[in-house]
């Protein structure tokens, strides 16, 4: 017998979550952008129901989608990230000649409709993070305590490429629990990733899948794959963009991209980091902080008074490089998940599929 | 597992056992760790990030060993953080992680020629590859240490030439002589053809600034040296030094991780790129 239970409502799973000691984050409709926010106890509990997204280049609108779907959008400009690598942290504090190691926080965090390109990402931030010759304690920490509750796209946002890049939309692995919202009737079916999402399945409301529940489940992927807006081939993209370096096409991009680094921000996979040093006025500690840096800044690559990078062409290129080859020679995968972040969220609609066919 | 706290973000307290004002608004300083005890190992050209408290951390070359087992790192005065560490004096406490990256080969010269060529304060990394070249001065053919600096008083470590000179072939050269100066004038290249150089067995540690790294390896090159036998020490913005901050990237490498140390075979493509 399959595991997958029918859920009609995510109430009980909320509170479930809450009850094993997890604040529970999901989608919610705040500033007219659908952000990963805590869902808090009260008449407002739970994901926001009903709103569509229409994402395209430089470009991001809600709208009433006319169904009351809770997971009816895509992605929107958070990603998991935010959790296992927070945009800011503190390292430690020094005073009177100690060192002081400042703890790491690590709450035990319930994310609710993290995506297949989320989940591909948090693969990616793994090699990154752990895999290498200097594993992150801290990431590791934060990552054990996050339990993830995907969801199956059912609607892929207009800037989304995950299915070109084997990344989505059906998640495959990396959750705990993952959901697809159906209709007629409304309900979520849900299919445990393992032993913790069996364990909390078990103890909901829900009544077993039948063979019509996964067979609607699977035209939902199916649907959402042939739907996507996007498409990059990953076909010896490595190998060209190396042999691209001295393309004209870096500077043309220059001259749109404003260098602004949302791109770098949205981005569920860029790691690149920079470090902040105060005193405190009262009694002298020194504190030492960790923050989001992005290959845009011109003061990245700041060197004996002047970047090396001062062009945004140059920027570009790094960027774009990185993330479809360089990455792959560092960390033996490719630095995107085709989420379509960046393509949305770039104030210049610089789109990435466009400019890497422009480089082949 | 807790985090191994010499490879992380968090530095050891080490203290200032020694100042030494160096010429070129330069200051070595001997750091051990305050805990008491040696420095970890170090090979000739890695390096330490060194953290001025509430001030910044900068990426510092050792030059050496001190008696009490504490390193040598010799900084130059340039901005905020090097401008703290060369203001610390004796017992203060800074912190200290490493040491990183790839280191020069000195068993890959044995046998041959050797030319060890810096430029202004590319000799502090420099400076432990003469003495292990000497250390072991058997094992080596020719050797000669080339030395460049803008001007006069940017010749670093200035009593030890005369004590290498007595192993081995030590020239100095500046760009800009003062009336002090009466020897020779002009780039750390033009002392190549002076040093009887065999191509065919000759061995290059070149550290300097770019143009001088670039220039040095080109002018070898072209005398026959292969690029696999010239190794650089390269020079990034490097905020981690353990491949996390992002920042040292030169195409597919991490310069704090992949080096600082590369032959030029690995990275002469990529430094011919501009804005890399
Ligand atoms: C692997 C490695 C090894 C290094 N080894 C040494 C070493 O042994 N000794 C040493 O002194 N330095 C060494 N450096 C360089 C050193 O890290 C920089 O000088 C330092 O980061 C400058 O930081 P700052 O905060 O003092 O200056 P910043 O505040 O970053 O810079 C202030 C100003 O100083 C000037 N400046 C900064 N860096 C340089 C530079 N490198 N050359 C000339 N002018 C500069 C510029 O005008 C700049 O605007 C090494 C760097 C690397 C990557
Ligand atoms: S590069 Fe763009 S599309 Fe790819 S993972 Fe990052 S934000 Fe998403
Ligand atoms: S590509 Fe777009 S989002 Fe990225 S830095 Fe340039 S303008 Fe900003
Ligand atoms: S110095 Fe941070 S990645 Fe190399």
Redesign the pocket.
Not at chain 1, 302 to 305: D, F, K, Q
Not at chain 2, 58 to 61: A, L
Not at chain 2, 73 to 83: E, F, I, K, L
């Given at each position: 017998m399959s595991p997958a239970v029918v859920l009609d409502s995510l109430g009980p799973l909320i509170g479930a979550l809450r009850a094993s000691g997890h604040t529970v984050v999901g989608p919610v409709a705040r500033d007219g952008v659908i952000r990963l926010t805590e869902l808090v106890p009260g008449p407002d509990d739970g994901p926001t129901a009903g709103r569509a997204d229409e994402q395209a280049p430089g470009s991001y609108r809600l709208r009433d989608d006319g169904r009351g779907l809770v997971f009816g959008h895509a992605a929107g400009p958070d990603s998991i990230k935010r959790w296992t690598h927070p945009p800011r942290s503190e390292l430690f504090r020094m005073r009177g000649g100690v060192v002081e190691r400042t703890p790491v926080e690590a709450p035990k965090v319930a994310l609710l409709g993290v995506r297949a390109c989320d989940l591909a990402a948090l693969a990616v931030q793994d090699r990154v993070f752990l895999g290498g010759r200097h594993p992150d304690e801290a990431y590791r920490a934060r990552r054990e305590a996050l339990f993830l509750v995907a969801v199956n796209c059912a609607v892929p946002g207009g800037t989304c490429f995950c299915a070109s890049l084997g990344t989505g939309p059906r998640v495959t692995s990396g959750h705990d629990v993952v959901l697809t919202e159906l209709t007629g009737p409304h309900r979520f079916l849900a299919e445990p990733g393992g032993e913790r999402g069996a364990a909390l399945l078990a103890g909901l409301p829900s009544r077993p899948a039948t063979a019509a529940d996964l067979e609607a489940a699977r035209e939902v992927s199916e649907r959402a794959a042939r739907r996507m807006g996007r498409r990059v081939d990953p076909d010896g993209v490595k190998e060209r963009l190396a042999a691209r370096r001295d393309s004209p096409v870096w500077d043309e991009i220059g001259s749109r991209c404003l260098t602004c680094a949302n791109c770098t921000m949205v981005c569920p996979t860029c790691f690149c980091v920079t470090v902040e040093d105060g005193t405190g006025l009262a009694d002298g500690t020194a504190v030492r902080t960790e923050r989001w840096d992005s290959c845009f800044a011109l003061e990245f690559t700041?060197?004996?008074?002047a970047p090396v990078r001062s062009s945004g062409g140059a920027r570009y290129r790094q960027w774009l490089s990185h993330k479809f080859s360089t990455w792959a020679d560092q960390f033996g995968t490719l630095g995107c998940v085709g989420c379509g972040r960046c393509v949305t969220w770039c104030p210049a609609g610089i789109d990435l599929t466009e400019e890497l066919e422009r480089l082949r | 597992m807790t985090p191994d706290p010499i490879q992380d973000m968090v530095p050891e307290p080490y203290r200032v056992r020694a100042r030494r004002p160096d010429r070129g608004e330069?200051v070595t300083l001997t750091l051990e760790p305050a805990g008491g005890g040696a420095a970890p190992p170090f090979r000739p050209g890695q390096?330490t990030m060194i953290y001025a408290p509430g001030v910044?951390e900068?990426?510092?070359?050792i030059?050496g060993r001190a008696r009490h087992g504490g390193y040598l790192?010799?900084?130059?005065?340039?901005?905020?953080?090097?401008?703290a560490l060369c203001r610390a004096g004796r017992g203060d406490v800074v912190g200290v992680r490493g040491p990183f990256?790839t280191s020069w080969d000195l068993a890959a010269a044995e046998g041959m020629d050797v030319i060890v060529a810096a430029g202004g304060?590319g000799l502090?990394?420099l400076r432990p590859v003469i003495r292990g070249l000497l250390a072991a001065r058997a094992r080596y053919r020719r050797i000669a240490v080339l030395v460049g600096a803008r001007d006069p008083g940017g010749l670093i470590y200035p009593r030890e030439p005369a004590r290498w000179a007595r192993h081995c072939d030590v020239r100095l050269t500046v760009d800009r002589p003062d009336r002090t100066w009466s020897g020779h004038t002009g780039l750390v290249t033009t002392l190549l053809d002076t040093v009887g150089l065999a191509p065919e067995r000759t061995y290059a540690y070149v550290c300097g600034p770019e143009v001088m790294m670039r220039a040095t390896a080109g002018e070898l090159l072209r005398r026959g040296v292969p690029a696999g036998r010239i190794a650089l020490?390269l020079?990034?913005n490097?905020k981690c030094g353990i491949g996390r901050c992002g920042h040292?990237q030169l195409g597919p490498l991490f310069?704090?991780l992949d080096?600082?140390v590369l032959s030029y075979a690995e990275v002469a493509a990529l430094l011919e790129v501009s804005e890399l």
């Open positions: 700041e060197l004996g008074g | 330069a390096f910044g900068i990426p510092v070359s030059s790192q010799t900084v130059r005065d340039v901005g905020a953080v090097s401008h990256g304060l502090a990394p020490s020079e990034r490097m040292c310069t704090c080096g600082p």
